[in-house]
Nanobody, 127 residues
């Protein structure tokens, strides 16, 4: 079971990036997928969560209206579209799948329920 996040890079404020989370060894359509990020010196925080059961998505207030999650089951991939990027979005981004509980709730992802973690991808927003 592996998850791999990709698509990070260096962009200027206001630009966009699309991150991909690709799974191998299991089908993402049966799992909720959470996106998390960790900036240097800070704790890992939940960014968004996509529920596999009803297709609903939840976002942290800091990214609401700018980030959008989508899923392509044919490619076994979940995407995080990030628009209007800000310097404070700079972080290593991770995707994860829960191994305990549902993972995704109306309040966002419950990080302690996520046991499958992919290698992160670095997003740097700087002018």
């Amino acid at each position: 079971v592996q998850l791999q996040a990709s698509g990070g890079g260096l962009v200027q404020p206001g630009e966009s990036l699309r991150l991909s989370c690709t799974a191998s060894g299991f089908s993402l359509k049966y799992y909720a997928i959470g996106w998390f990020r960790q900036a240097p010196g800070k704790e890992r925080e939940g960014v968004s969560c996509f529920s596999h059961s009803d297709g609903t998505d939840v976002y942290a207030d800091s990214v609401k209206g700018r980030f959008t999650v989508s899923r392509d089951n044919t490619k076994n991939t979940v995407y995080l579209q990030m628009n209007s990027l800000k310097p404070e979005d700079t972080a290593t981004y991770y995707c994860a799948a829960p191994t305990l509980g549902q993972g995704c709730y109306a309040t966002g992802p419950a990080i302690f329920e996520f046991g499958y973690w992919g290698r992160g991808t670095l997003v740097t927003v700087s002018s």
